[in-house]
């Protein structure tokens, strides 16, 4: 089975990226990570990747005077390593419409809400602000509107009546660990296609015992 080779960018911790290292350790997983790439030289998923002897490259976007600059960089990082798919996990850099648009329907990001609600920063404090008793996890492929894009797979997860933002956040982002490897799969296996403003998924692909826990815990 020929693997899809995938680039993760990352810019922190690296819990996902960490879900997808385990998924491929697999060897039936049908995609593998070429490359890790961090903009921050002290982010603890670089940790990881050199853990698991994937090769990391640091982008550091200090160190460029402008944004087209920065990303000439990240994007000659990335080709290094002849990948067909661009997983943003914990990314925190806002990348402009050229990027995106070399990358386009070749690269997904992972947001912890139910897409299109709630985009950008601070989501669990958003999410409890607002009093809604359903959030969960996105992970979609990226256009130039931040946090917009054909949705690939979607989680729920409930939101309690005395959840902190921390402990929302924890349960969020349990249930992404598990759709972003599902996503990566079902991209890699061709299961899925951008089609417009959605995905496209072959038949079967979401019938029932492939919905991620909708709304349980
Ligand atoms: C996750 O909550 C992800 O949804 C968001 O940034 C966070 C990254 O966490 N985009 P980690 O670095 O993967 O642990």
Redesign the pocket.
């Known amino acids: 089975m020929k693997r899809l080779a995938i680039a993760v960018l990352?810019?922190?911790?690296?819990?996902?990226?960490?879900?997808l290292i385990d998924a491929c350790a697999d060897p039936d997983f049908p995609a593998s990570i070429a490359c890790v790439i961090s903009n921050r030289p002290d982010a603890h998923?670089l940790q990881r990747a050199r853990n698991a002897n994937i090769p990391t490259r640091v982008v550091n976007h200090k160190e460029y005077e402008t944004r087209e600059a920065f990303e000439e960089a990240l994007d000659e990082a990335v080709r290094e390593f002849d990948v067909g798919l661009v997983c943003?996990?914990?990314?925190?850099r806002i990348l402009t419409p050229a990027f995106v648009n070399r990358w386009r329907d070749r690269m997904i990001?992972?947001?912890?809400s139910l897409l299109p609600a709630f985009r950008g920063l601070h989501?669990h404090e958003r999410v409890i602000e607002a009093g809604v008793r359903i959030t969960g996890?996105t992970v979609h492929y990226v256009t130039p509107e931040m946090d917009d894009g054909p949705i690939i797979i979607q989680a729920a997860v409930p939101v309690r009546e005395d959840d902190s933002a921390e402990e929302l956040?924890e349960r969020?982002?349990m249930m992404?660990h598990k759709i972003y490897p599902e996503a990566v799969r079902l991209v890699a296996l061709g299961k899925v296609r951008v089609a417009g403003t959605k995905v496209a998924t072959e038949d079967a692909v979401f019938a029932d015992n492939n919905l991620i826990n909708p709304v349980a815990e």
């Open positions: 990352i810019s922190g911790r690296g819990t996902n990226l960490q879900a998923g943003l996990a914990g990314f925190m990001n992972i947001h912890p989501t996890c956040a969020v982002l992404e």
